[in-house]
């Protein structure tokens, strides 16, 4: 299994700026996924970030409010801009397993906006 | 859209089995899954099941799937307290190429 790391764990902030969320995985890995979990809600796909590649956006989700890094096959960042309270909620990174049928996840990273 | 269903809520009895359904909508779903998330934690993959398979069992873990009737069910054995989380099921889409989630079930179980 993969072993994800994501920082920062928890944050509060304040509406209008900006968080950048950093995701670390322990081996080398083709396709990271960033992840929304809402208050009490399942978890929505934002998007997919290949290296070398732009990455690319689910329905309802833009890249000027949710730019992505992928610098390379084992790091990605995923960026909260010009923030509401409306964007607190729970980001996960998530990435696909050695045989491509699994999906392991990271501890997420917990977004209050005041 | 695709949609995947799951009732929100389970109590148990400790030492009791439990059993968490879950409906799916993609006849062209390749895998299914079950992930637990513990209170402030992300979500830890528990198994998953490839859809030509009927069960597959894992400890005190059993899934059960009807591919006819778009039906995933996991079975836990003897319940812990240890066990009360959140179960969300998941398929991979074919036809999205992605995972969709449930909103998951929050199992209590209790003494």
């Not at chain 1, 010009?82 to 491509?100: A, F, K, R, T, W």
């Not at chain 2, 062209?28 to 069992?57: C, H, R, V």
């Not at chain 2, 873990?61 to 778009?70: A, F, G, H, R």
């Amino acid at each position: 299994s993969a072993v994800i790391s994501q920082k920062p764990s928890r944050d509060i902030c304040q509406r209008g700026t900006s968080l950048t969320i950093q995701c670390q995985v322990d081996s080398q890995v083709t396709m990271m996924f960033w992840y929304r979990q809402q208050p009490g809600q399942s978890l929505t796909l934002i998007a997919t970030a290949n290296q070398g590649s732009e990455a690319t956006y689910e329905s309802g989700f833009v890249i000027d409010k949710f730019p992505i890094s992928r610098p390379n096959l084992t790091f990605s960042t995923l960026t909260v801009s010009n923030m509401s309270p409306e964007d607190s909620s729970i980001y996960l990174c998530s990435v696909e397993g050695q045989g491509g049928t699994e999906a392991f996840f990271g501890q997420g990273t917990r977004l209050t906006v005041v | 859209g695709e949609d995947v269903e799951q009732s929100l809520f389970l109590s148990v009895r400790e030492g009791d089995s439990s059993v968490i359904n879950c409906t799916y909508t993609d006849s062209s779903s390749t895998y299914l899954y079950w992930y637990k998330q513990e209170p402030g934690a992300g979500l830890q993959l528990l198994t998953y099941i490839f859809s030509n398979m009927d069960m597959k069992q894992d400890q005190r873990l059993t899934v059960l799937l009807n591919k006819k009737d778009k039906h995933l069910s996991l079975r836990i054995a003897d319940t812990q307290t240890g066990d009360s989380a959140i179960y969300f099921c998941a398929e991979f889409s074919g036809g999205y190429n992605k995972l969709i989630f449930g909103a998951g079930t929050r199992l209590a179980v209790h003494p």
